[in-house]
């Protein structure tokens, strides 16, 4: 199979975080007809959102991840994979529940990972997005 300029072409995404530029990584890329958000967390205008409250930091950090997607017409409803990172095993349900309250129609794949920490300790999870749209390439492709 041949690949269209289209399937080919790779948009990217920067601004939601000081670590982008301080360790070289876009928030999003647009590559073909999926849209991979890079790990978002409960940080914003350079402080960590609802510090000690994993389910509340999940929302947040989701949040940012959604805000990334608009910026291509794409919203949680063509959101197809997730990744949770939690820095604690007993902030799971937490962070679950606040998963569930979002994706409980959408279904996405899922994954939840336990791991040692954060960039910054009062983070307490961190989310990655994959979203995807038939077409998005194509509609994109007009815009450049």
């Given at each position: 199979?041949?690949?269209?300029?289209?399937?080919?072409?790779v948009?990217?995404?920067?601004?939601?975080?000081?670590w982008e530029?301080?360790?070289?990584?876009?928030?999003?890329?647009?590559?073909?007809?999926?849209?991979?958000?890079?790990g978002?967390?409960?940080?914003?205008?350079?402080?960590?959102?609802?510090?000690?409250?994993?389910?509340?930091?999940?929302?947040?950090?989701?949040?940012?991840?959604?805000?990334?997607?608009?910026?291509?017409?794409?919203?949680?409803?063509?959101?197809?994979?997730?990744?949770m990172?939690?820095?604690?095993?007993?902030?799971?349900?937490?962070?679950?529940?606040a998963h569930?309250?979002?994706?409980?129609?959408?279904?996405?794949?899922?994954?939840?990972?336990?791991?040692?920490?954060l960039?910054?300790?009062?983070?307490?999870?961190?989310?990655?997005?994959?979203?995807?749209?038939a077409?998005?390439?194509?509609?994109?492709?007009?815009?450049?």
């Open positions: 199979m041949t690949e269209t300029p289209a399937t080919r072409r948009e990217r995404v920067s601004g939601y975080s000081p530029d301080e360790f070289g990584f876009s928030r999003a890329v647009v590559a073909g007809d999926f849209v991979l958000v890079a978002s967390t409960a940080y914003d205008s350079g402080m960590v959102q609802h510090e000690g409250n994993p389910y509340q930091q999940t929302l947040a950090a989701f949040g940012v991840a959604f805000q990334a997607l608009e910026r291509y017409g794409l919203s949680a409803a063509d959101v197809v994979r997730t990744r990172y939690v820095t604690h095993v007993r902030d799971t349900d937490e962070v679950g529940r569930k309250t979002l994706f409980d129609e959408i279904r996405p794949v899922a994954t939840m990972v336990v791991v040692e920490g960039v910054d300790s009062r983070m307490m999870v961190e989310v990655e997005v994959e979203a995807y749209r077409g998005l390439a194509t509609s994109l492709e007009g815009k450049q």
